[in-house]
Structure formats: C-alpha cells, structure tokens
C-alpha cells in the first residue's frame, strides 16, 4: 500500500514538475519551490491521513494541511504554499487526473503591503554621478547603474543583456523576463551615452569566446554576476551618502514610481515592467499616492496644528 501511494505520487510530481518546465517556462527555481511545496502535502497525506491518492485529496484535506502549517509558517510562506497548491491542482484537472478541483474555495491569508524602498530623482543622480569614470570599471558600473533606472531591469535581466539586443538607432532594448518572456523596452539617451562610452573600452578588454554577445563582463571577461552587481549598487549607494537600503531592485521600484508619479498609465508601466498581472504593478501606486499624503501634510498651513488665534 505505502509503496503503491509513494508510486502514484512520484508519477504525477514527474508530470508535474514537466508541465511547469515546458509549458510553463518557469525558471528552475521556481519550479522546485513549487514541487517541495507538493512534496509537503505528500507528506501529510501519508502520515497524517492514511495515504490520499491525488484524486482522492479534498478541500478539508487541504484546509487541515494549510492549518498545520501555519505556525511554522509566515504569511507570506503561507500565500506561496497556496499558489503552489492552486497550481498543482490546477495541472491535475487540466490533465484530467481529476474532475474537480479542491483547492479552489481556499484563501490566501491578508498579507500587510510593504510598500518598496524608493529613491528620489537627486538620490539616483547622486548615486549616478558618485561612479568613478577613471577607473577601469568605471563606465561599466555608470552603464549599468543608467540600464538599471532607465529600462527598470530586474538584477537577471541586466546581467543576461547581449550585444545583440541593443536596438539603439530605434531607442529599445529587448528584455528577456521571467518565463523566458520578452519584451521591448525604452531607453533613453544618457542610459544609451554611457553603454556606448562603456562599449569603446569592452572593445579592448578581456572578452571570452563563450561571452562574446553578452553586454556586461567582469574584469576576467566573463559575463558579470548577480552578486557583483549588487556589490556595485550598495557601494555606490554608499559613496553617494545614500542612508536607504539600496538594491538592485530599488533603481526598479524608482523607476516604476517616477513614471506614475509623472502620470504614466498604469498598463504602460505594467508592459515596461513585465509584470503579468496589473495588482502587481498597482503597488507604486500606492508608493506615490503616500508621497503625495506627506506633501499635502507636510504643507499644509495647520500641519502643527491649528494657530493661537483659530484655537
């Protein structure tokens, strides 16, 4: 019996674990999360229900499962787990091991929104401006820091830039997102000035065969790191005497904020960003419409409150 359950589990999991990689094009990462994630159920089901078969699971299976892990759990460990679910059950009707299916009455927990670290416009030029262009690494680090707040590239999409989608007579460069997903995305002048001044040296340094297309290389002429990347953020950050905590992807949430700040349309910046949801995109929203409180606050003639002679 136990080896009968384990078999039938291993079977649908390799199914599984197929459909995210092919049809769902989800990166390695993601598609292990999502099958420990099953593979906890499996668990449970084994050990604490008398060894469930997929199509025998059901929603109070399900609903005892999330409550057991709720302690052990965040909310926001809790919300993954219940995509991964969502997902898994998901394939399983659409597959057809299954008629119906029991995870769709569960709900996520409230997650508080934490709205992002943001960067004022003078914050990122001074961050800009504090790279020194004398070094060897100097105009790369500017390129890069200008891709990163022109285009709002996430960390792997800078670093998995190549030559050969730079569209710069057109004023675009091809992104490649999650899923494997591409998209065109604006790029403007300064950004553009310094990938051509950083490009004049990449010409002349160490380039190795295999890294030949892709824009950004370390010293050793390897394609530049995630790591390194960061590296060059916070100690930029750092020497612009920014106090924040600065990543990567502040320089996105900056440049997705500005934009609405600006009066962008939500749907352009949702395009721009690659988000493939406009609720995730919703959330600058927020970051400008509390920019805007504290102003309005700020400024406010009875801010301290009200005058001796009102009271």
């Not at 990347?229 to 992807?249: D, N």
């Amino acid at each position: 019996m136990k080896a009968s359950f384990q078999r039938q589990w291993q079977l649908v999991l390799s199914e599984y674990q197929v459909y995210l990689q092919l049809e769902r094009s989800l990166s390695k990462h993601t598609v292990s999360a999502y099958c420990a994630d099953i593979q906890r159920l499996v668990v449970y089901l084994e050990t604490q229900v008398g060894g469930s078969l997929p199509e025998q699971v059901s929603f109070e299976h399900l609903s005892l499962f999330l409550g057991t892990c709720s302690d052990s759990l965040s909310k926001r460990s809790q919300s993954r787990l219940l995509s991964s679910l969502h997902s898994f059950f998901a394939f399983l009707k659409l597959s057809g091991h299954i008629q119906e299916d029991p995870s769709e009455r569960l709900e996520a927990p409230r997650l508080h929104k934490h709205l992002p670290v943001v960067l004022t416009v003078e914050e990122v030029v001074a961050i800009l401006e504090s790279v020194d262009l004398s070094h060897p690494q100097g105009h790369r680090d500017r390129a890069m820091l200008e891709m990163l707040y022109s285009c709002g590239l996430r960390v792997s999409e800078l670093v998995n830039l190549r030559l050969s989608d730079l569209f710069f007579e057109q004023g675009f460069v091809r992104v490649v997102g999650k899923g494997n997903k591409q998209r065109l995305v604006p790029v403007g002048e300064p950004a553009i000035r310094s990938v051509e001044l950083y490009l004049e040296q990449r010409r002349i340094g160490p380039c190795q065969p295999q890294y030949s297309d892709c824009l950004f290389l370390n010293r050793r002429g390897a394609r530049l790191t995630r790591e390194m990347v960061f590296l060059v953020v916070r100690r930029q950050a750092e020497k612009a005497g920014i106090q924040k905590e600065v990543s990567p992807h502040t320089f996105r949430h900056s440049f997705a904020t500005h934009l609405v700040e600006n009066g962008a349309d939500l749907r352009v910046v949702q395009e721009m960003l690659g988000h493939e949801s406009i609720l995730t995109t919703e959330i600058y929203m927020h970051v400008s419409r509390d920019k805007w409180q504290k102003e309005i606050i700020g400024h406010h003639p009875f801010a301290e409150g009200l005058p001796e002679s009102a009271s």
